[in-house]
């Protein structure tokens, strides 16, 4: 599994790399970056809350 932020969605709250920071950063612009590189299997179930909280849906999980 894959996390991927849509750049143009986020609002740049900071919640999902309080929740999961082994996936997801801020970068330069204010904005969450997702890593590239697969979930590790023991954080899984955090950047799935990450993305269930983040406000404007910005956050895919996907296979
Ligand atoms: S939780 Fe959503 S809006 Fe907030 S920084 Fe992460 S991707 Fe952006």
């Known amino acids: 599994m894959r996390a991927h932020v849509d750049k143009d969605i986020c609002i740049g709250c900071g919640l999902c790399p309080d929740i999961c920071p082994e996936v997801f950063s801020m970068d330069d612009d204010g904005k969450a970056i997702a890593s590239a590189e697969e ?3 023991d954080v899984i179930d955090s950047a799935k809350e990450a993305e269930e909280s ?3 849906e910005a956050i895919k999980i996907e296979e």
Do not use: D
Request: proline share 33%; aromatic share 0%.
């Open 39 to 41: 979930i590790p299997e």
């Open 54 to 56: 983040c406000p404007v």
